[in-house]
């Protein structure tokens, strides 16, 4: 069992900066892909960046050029560097991990409680 937990949220006006990070504790696997989510209200969950055990990154268009994804010297560990920050923005993030790339942006096993991240003047 994997246990992910993020830190990291709050209130931010629009073009500002946040970093979120999230700590992977358990049977953690080295190779294990980890990723960001977000859900905003009324939408979908939606992946907003993936990185692989090789850190291999890949960001959904919306956010590309303005986040980050980053991991840890351990690979148990992951960030998400948000950079001009957008009010459409607004959501609860959610990290994630599994030891399938593939399913790590699509169903990953492993997610923590997310942390909310609200953009507004």
């Known amino acids: 069992q994997v246990q992910l937990v993020e830190s990291g949220g709050g209130l931010v006006q629009p073009g500002g900066s946040l970093r979120l990070s999230c700590a992977a504790s358990?049977?953690?696997?080295?190779?294990?892909?980890m990723a960001w989510y977000r859900q905003a209200p009324g939408k979908q969950r939606e992946l907003v960046a993936h990185i692989t055990s090789g850190g291999s990154t890949n960001y959904a268009d919306s956010v590309k050029g303005r986040f980050t994804i980053s991991r840890g010297n351990a690979k148990n560990t992951v960030s998400l560097e948000m950079n001009s920050l957008k009010p459409e923005d607004t959501a609860v993030y959610y990290c994630?991990?599994?030891?399938?790339?593939?399913?790590?942006?699509?169903?990953?096993?492993?997610w923590g409680q997310g942390t909310q991240v609200t953009v507004s003047s």
């Open positions: 358990g049977s953690i696997f080295s190779g294990y892909a």
């Open positions: 994630a991990a599994d030891g399938d790339v593939v399913r790590t942006a699509t169903r990953p096993r492993y």
